[in-house]
């Protein structure tokens, strides 16, 4: 053998042998992305069902007040008289010691026993939500899921806002307007509660440690969403605005960019990007909220209590007669003469109407049907409790999300990914094989170190009407017909991610959007939030890059067939929305870059 020939096997077993612990280290490394990926699906499906459960809970309670304001406020005897032997409307009773009580007085003393009702139906609509988040997380710790920082960071952040100790606590000067967010809701101030128990849950003990294992769904004052001033074509803001876009960029998905690349990327292409903050107070928890609000009654109130026969069918149970609520009063606000009685004429009857006085707890607009077209598509795959139920509906739904991190072998402790071609390089021979590595380094270290996983929990009743079944929000008021909690499929109904979730793209938003919208170049962005937010930053740099841009673009042009004339009949923009399906005929297998820019 040659002298310059000594070695090079051993150099070649050398990288074989690297190359053989490599795919043992990735066995390792996929178990262990599995076994997390069950057990982070499992903690969030039962913390979906512990959060929904909690939901039922709260329906039922703002139900049942309901049901004591139809009950006790307008047909008990003992208080106002209304019974089958009495002659006169809201007649109330009193001792012969005792001085009369006129219309006026009679009416105000409904009216304040209904808003002290109505402030125990807030305090359940703030209180017992918070319930159910706690309980998520004693479900998903019992799981195996540990606590995750950035949830507790998130959630301490929006408590200090709104609790005004936040640097950035200015933004919610809204709140101290009436306008936007009442500070008491009927007696009731609702804010120290409820900041005090979430900061208790914040510093919950369990398996898992202190904090949030699992971010509930939410509906959070102060989110940010993105716009353009004055609106721009395309619509960058939409794009900046969606985490998608970024994944695309960075994965060279050109097909979802395909729209994007050929817009006019001139200078500040982005336009004048602007931050919005929700200001929408949805009067009830932030988090888990059942979209129900509390409101005065209008001429739909009785016609629903007149005409649907919902709480004629539910009271029978208490035995006590809804007649009187049926009676034709006067709708008008009442006239009253000096001594504070109603003035009866011709137009009038001089009964006294109560409705306008109480306030009732009813469903919001989000309580609406499923869209039949999707129910049908879905139902052959359901079985269980939700095939049960009489119709399908959108409104309460608990969603849990979990980010977990598994142990991996092939990502040392301080998460800097081991390069095991960096050890060979340098070596005689070695030279050749040495890309060979790193493209295999790269496809083993293509998987996310954290794994996502989220699920679905609502809620489920049914009103019976004319002896048929139906949704419990055709009643329009708040009844506590809920008796099911089931997972439901993501499909069908998905409130999103709680924007706090994922804290750092909450203050990308927050935080770098306003800075971009004021900057004519990205490098012209201040330093601090290029470093904070550089993996951001860096892909708007590789967008803004004319050569990415214009590799992307013929990639899309690339010719993939031709007729029998050699002219061009598919591109590589057409397969852009075909995916395999599993028959025999050619579909157009959608596929990416085969070298990446």
């Given at each position: 053998?040659?002298?310059?020939?000594r070695g090079?096997?051993?150099?070649l077993?050398i990288?074989?042998l690297i190359i053989l612990?490599?795919?043992?280290?990735?066995?390792?490394?996929?178990?262990?992305?599995?076994?997390g990926?069950?057990k982070?699906?499992?903690?969030?499906?039962?913390?979906a069902i512990?959060?929904?459960?909690?939901?039922?809970?709260?329906?039922?309670l703002?139900?049942?007040?309901?049901?004591i304001?139809?009950?006790?406020l307008l047909i008990d005897?003992?208080i106002?008289?209304?019974g089958?032997n009495?002659?006169?409307?809201l007649?109330?009773?009193h001792?012969?010691?005792?001085?009369p009580?006129?219309?006026?007085?009679?009416l105000?003393?409904?009216s304040?026993?209904?808003?002290?009702i109505s402030?125990?139906?807030?305090?359940?609509?703030?209180?017992?939500?918070?319930?159910g988040v706690g309980?998520?997380?004693?479900a998903?710790?019992n799981?195996?899921?540990?606590?995750?920082?950035?949830?507790?960071?998130a959630?301490a952040?929006?408590n200090?806002m709104?609790?005004g100790s936040?640097?950035?606590?200015?933004?919610?000067?809204?709140?101290?307007?009436?306008?936007?967010c009442s500070?008491?809701?009927y007696?009731f101030?609702?804010?120290?509660p409820?900041?005090?128990m979430?900061?208790?849950?914040?510093?919950?003990?369990?398996k898992?440690?202190l904090?949030?294992?699992?971010m509930p769904s939410?509906?959070?004052?102060?989110a940010?969403?993105?716009y353009?001033?004055?609106p721009?074509?395309?619509?960058?803001?939409?794009?900046l605005?969606?985490?998608?876009?970024?994944?695309?960029?960075?994965?060279?998905?050109f097909?979802?960019?395909?729209?994007?690349?050929l817009?006019?990327?001139?200078?500040?292409?982005?336009?004048?990007?602007?931050?919005?903050?929700?200001t929408?107070f949805?009067?009830?928890?932030?988090?888990l909220?059942?979209?129900?609000?509390?409101?005065?009654?209008?001429?739909?109130?009785y016609?629903?209590i007149?005409d649907?026969?919902?709480?004629?069918?539910?009271?029978k149970?208490?035995?006590?007669?809804?007649?009187?609520?049926k009676k034709?009063?006067?709708?008008?606000?009442?006239?009253?003469d000096?001594?504070?009685?109603?003035v009866?004429s011709?137009?009038?009857?001089?009964?006294?109407?109560?409705?306008?006085?109480i306030?009732?707890?009813f469903?919001?607009?989000?309580w609406?049907?499923?869209?039949k077209n999707v129910t049908r598509?879905?139902?052959?795959?359901?079985?269980?409790t939700?095939?049960?139920?009489?119709?399908?509906y959108?409104?309460?739904?608990?969603r849990?999300?979990?980010f977990?991190s598994?142990?991996?072998?092939?990502?040392?402790?301080?998460g800097?990914?081991?390069?095991f071609s960096d050890?060979?390089?340098g070596?005689?021979?070695?030279?050749r094989?040495v890309?060979?590595?790193r493209?295999a380094e790269s496809?083993?270290?293509?998987?996310?170190?954290?794994?996502?996983?989220y699920a679905?929990?609502?809620p489920?009743?049914?009103?019976q009407?004319d002896?048929?079944?139906?949704?419990?929000?055709?009643?329009?008021?708040?009844l506590p017909?809920?008796?099911?909690?089931?997972?439901?499929?993501?499909?069908?109904?998905n409130p999103?991610?709680n924007?706090?979730?994922?804290?750092n793209?909450?203050?990308?938003?927050?935080n770098?959007?306003?800075?971009?919208?004021?900057?004519?170049?990205?490098?012209?962005?201040p330093?601090?939030?290029?470093?904070q937010?550089r993996h951001?930053?860096?892909?708007l740099?590789?967008?803004?890059?004319?050569a990415?841009r214009q590799?992307?673009?013929d990639?899309?042009?690339?010719p993939?067939?031709?007729?029998?004339?050699?002219?061009?009949?598919?591109?590589q923009?057409?397969?852009?929305?075909?995916w395999?399906?599993?028959?025999?005929?050619?579909?157009g297998?959608?596929t990416?870059?085969a070298?990446?820019?």
């Open positions: 053998m040659r002298r310059g020939e090079q096997v051993l150099i077993g990288v074989a612990l490599l795919a043992i280290f990735s066995l390792f490394d996929i178990q262990n992305l599995i076994r990926k069950i982070a699906q499992a903690a969030v499906d039962s913390a512990a959060g929904a459960n909690w939901q039922r809970h709260t329906l039922n703002v139900g049942e007040l309901n049901m304001k139809a009950t006790t005897e003992d106002f008289g209304i089958e009495s002659d006169t409307f007649e109330v009773q001792r012969d010691d005792e001085e009580v006129n219309d006026k007085q009679r105000q003393q409904l304040q026993a209904s808003d002290l402030q125990m139906q807030y305090r359940a609509l703030f209180i017992c939500p918070l319930i309980a998520a997380q004693a998903a710790k799981n195996g899921l540990s606590s995750y920082e950035n949830f507790g960071k959630v952040m929006q200090s709104l609790a936040d640097e950035r606590s200015h933004l919610y000067d809204f709140f101290k307007e009436d306008e936007y500070q008491h809701l007696g101030q609702w804010h120290v409820y900041l005090n979430l900061t208790v849950l914040l510093h919950q003990q369990g898992g440690g904090g949030f294992a699992v939410g509906e959070m004052i102060g940010p969403s993105l353009t001033d004055p721009s074509n395309p619509d960058f803001a939409r794009y605005g969606s985490k998608m876009f970024y994944e695309a960029v960075r994965g060279d998905d097909c979802y960019l395909r729209t994007l690349l817009s006019n990327f001139s200078s500040k292409w982005w336009g004048n990007i602007k931050v919005k903050q929700n929408n949805p009067k009830e928890s932030e988090y909220p059942v979209r129900v609000k509390i409101a005065a009654s209008s001429a739909e109130t016609d629903l007149a649907y026969g919902v709480l004629e069918e539910l009271l149970r208490t035995g006590k007669d809804i007649t009187p609520l034709k009063f006067d709708w008008n606000e009442p006239v009253y000096e001594e504070g009685n109603t009866v011709d137009e009038r009857d001089g009964k006294l109407n109560p409705l306008p006085a306030d009732w707890a469903y919001k607009e989000e609406i049907d499923y869209n598509h879905w139902e052959r795959y359901l079985d269980g939700f095939k049960q139920e009489a119709a399908y959108s409104g309460a739904v608990a849990m999300d979990a977990f598994p142990k991996l072998l092939f990502t040392n402790r301080s800097e990914k081991r390069q050890a060979v390089e070596y005689k021979g070695s030279g094989y890309n060979r590595l493209t496809i083993l270290q293509a998987s996310p170190p954290t794994i996502h996983a679905l929990a609502k489920f009743g049914k009103l009407i002896k048929k079944f139906a949704p419990p929000h055709y009643s329009s008021m708040v017909v809920f008796s099911e909690t089931a997972l439901i499929p993501v499909a069908l109904e999103g991610m924007p706090l979730a994922d804290i793209w909450y203050l990308f938003l927050l770098y959007m306003p800075a971009l919208g004021n900057a004519n170049t990205l490098d012209s962005i330093q601090d939030l290029q470093r937010f951001y930053h860096s892909l740099k590789k967008v803004d890059d004319p990415w590799f992307g673009i990639w899309l042009e690339r993939l067939g031709y007729d029998e004339d050699g002219n061009v009949i598919l591109r923009k057409d397969r852009c929305n075909y395999p399906s599993g028959n025999n005929g050619d579909c297998i959608r990416m870059p070298a990446k820019f």
